[in-house]
């Protein structure tokens, strides 16, 4: 069964740096996209930008180039997104997606960004 | 960047009914890369359909799309309660890939 499980929800403040993960299993892991998709509080489906742990090309979308990273360790099937600095409008669930489209997604994970 | 305009915003029909959703491009979607999720309130999106009109495994053939270029369309026949959600199209043929804004069906 394929599975994508992220990690837990995390309050942090505007400053601070944070990474998130995704661990796959059930799958080749090296064989399919890892993307990962912003969804601010009542709001719609953000593409932020997709990678292949395969051999770690990675995509941005050009509204996320530069304010986040995304990157995968494929010796632990795992996926990554992170921040160095947070703001308070970072505050959102973050979803981790398998494939090209998304055929498989995490559960997601929480951020909340607040002083 | 490709922009998606899904209409209507807001679609509120009964059970037993037949629901149309639009998804606009801006610019033509290379190879039919235009795919359907589904997201229930509290919930991650499902992925309904790809390639414009390829059910995903498992789905009800009351959901069906169609469409090419710019223009495409996700219909679902006989509604029941469970499919109240937002329904977002999203294309993949272009990077950095695009999500329409949502059409929330409302039984």
């Known amino acids: 069964e394929v599975q994508l499980v992220q990690s837990g929800a995390e309050v942090k403040k505007p400053g601070e740096s944070l990474k998130i993960s995704c661990k796959g299993s059930g799958y080749s892991f090296t064989s399919y996209w890892i993307g990962w998709v912003r969804q601010m509080p009542g709001k719609g489906l953000e593409w932020m930008g997709i990678i292949y742990p395969g051999d770690s090309d990675t995509r941005y979308s050009p509204s996320f180039q530069g304010q986040v990273t995304i990157s995968a360790d494929k010796s632990i099937s795992t996926a990554y997104l992170q921040w160095s600095s947070l703001k308070a409008s970072d505050t959102a669930i973050y979803y981790c997606a398998r494939g090209w489209p998304f055929d498989f997604w995490g559960q997601g994970t929480l951020v909340t960004v607040s002083s | 960047e490709i922009v998606l305009t899904q209409s209507p915003g807001t679609l509120s029909l009964s059970p037993g009914e037949r629901a149309t959703l639009s998804c606009r491009a801006s610019?033509?979607?290379?190879?039919?890369?235009l795919a359907w999720y589904q997201q229930k309130p509290g919930q991650a999106p499902r992925l309904l359909i790809s390639?414009?009109?390829s059910r995903a495994t498992g789905l009800p053939d009351r959901f069906s799309g169609s469409g090419s270029g710019t223009d495409f369309t996700l219909t679902i026949s006989r509604l029941e309660p469970e499919d109240l959600a937002v329904y977002y199209c999203q294309q993949y043929g272009s990077s950095p890939w695009t999500f329409g804004q949502g059409t929330k069906l409302e039984i």
């Open positions: 610019q033509s979607v290379s190879s039919s890369y």
């Open positions: 390639g414009a009109s």
